[in-house]
């Protein structure tokens, strides 16, 4: 059982569709954290264009850089979008140290199955990259187009390898622990490093057939360049295209990168919708 009600607090006076702005509200369910969500509703006449679900990165929200931008973007392109906190982050219930992959999971699909119709494209940032996969494979059918904004997939199991033998016993002691985290201090909990080893996909292939867009930056001190390759190689999609920035980190939030993000988004979702026949492969 799930509903929905408006979000309430001198915050969000702005967040109505009478005021220009986007929709807000929240997605209360049994068995699960409250989701706060924000919602572009698609122009008048949008036709079949897919609905965009942004997916923030660990420890981040939906009101980030990128997710502003694109749903900025997608109020002026006329598609449909919506962006919500996954559970333990920004608006949305839940603890963050006892979070796992496996929820946010479980998050993305309630958004999905309840706040949405038709075809959709996942947009993921870093962690949210590697959940959109997770959830794209859960919904074939409905998830037509993925697009990884320096996707962190199986991020857990190199968090676990690069554990000190100090901060393994503070771990095991303690529960949680304190990670660098693109170079800002971040404690996680046992049961997201414990829970996440039942999700890793690198290591198989990958039963996704939607057309995919990888945009990575090469000097992204968090999430290796290479690693953009590793998981197109394990796809199983014929449509995978990596896009790589030479002086981009791991943010990708400067003018020029949200620039490239909107391109690529538009390209997408334009081919999502039969505007734009995918480029043949070679």
């Keep these: 059982m799930t509903a929905t009600s408006d979000l309430t607090g001198n915050s969000e006076k702005m967040c109505d569709p009478s005021s220009g702005r986007d929709a807000c509200g929240i997605l209360t369910r049994e068995g699960g954290p409250s989701i706060a969500y924000r919602r572009v509703p698609g122009a008048a006449g949008a036709g079949n264009l897919p609905t965009v679900v942004f997916l923030h990165g660990l420890a981040s929200d939906m009101s980030g850089t990128k997710a502003t931008a694109l749903a900025e973007h997608a109020k002026a392109a006329g598609f449909p ?38 075809p959709l494209v996942l947009v993921g940032s870093s962690m949210g990259g590697w959940v959109a996969l997770l959830a794209a494979v859960a919904r074939p059918a409905r998830v037509r187009g993925l697009m990884g904004i320096a996707a ?21 002691r303690t529960g949680e622990v304190e990670i660098a985290d693109d170079g800002e201090a971040l404690t996680i909990g046992r049961p997201l490093l414990e829970e996440g080893r039942h999700h890793v996909i690198l290591r198989d292939p990958i039963a996704y057939l939607g057309a995919v867009r990888l945009v990575q ?20 999609s014929a449509d995978v295209r990596i896009t790589l920035v030479k002086d981009g980190g791991h943010r990708l939030s400067r003018p020029r990168d949200l620039a490239l993000l909107v391109a690529t988004l538009d390209d997408l979702v334009a081919q999502v919708a039969g505007r734009t026949p995918a480029a043949p492969a070679v």
């Design 81 to 118: 979008f919506i962006r919500f906190d996954m559970g333990g982050h920004g608006k949305s219930g839940g603890r963050f140290t006892a979070c796992t992959v496996g929820g946010w999971r479980d998050d993305t699909l309630a958004v999905i199955d309840e706040l949405t119709e038709g």
């Design 152 to 172: 962190a997939p199986d991020f857990t199991e190199t968090i676990r390898s690069a554990l000190t033998e100090a901060q393994r016993e503070t771990l095991e």
């Design 217 to 236: 930056g090469m000097r992204d001190a968090s999430v290796p360049w290479r690693t953009a390759y590793t998981f197109a190689e394990h796809l199983q």
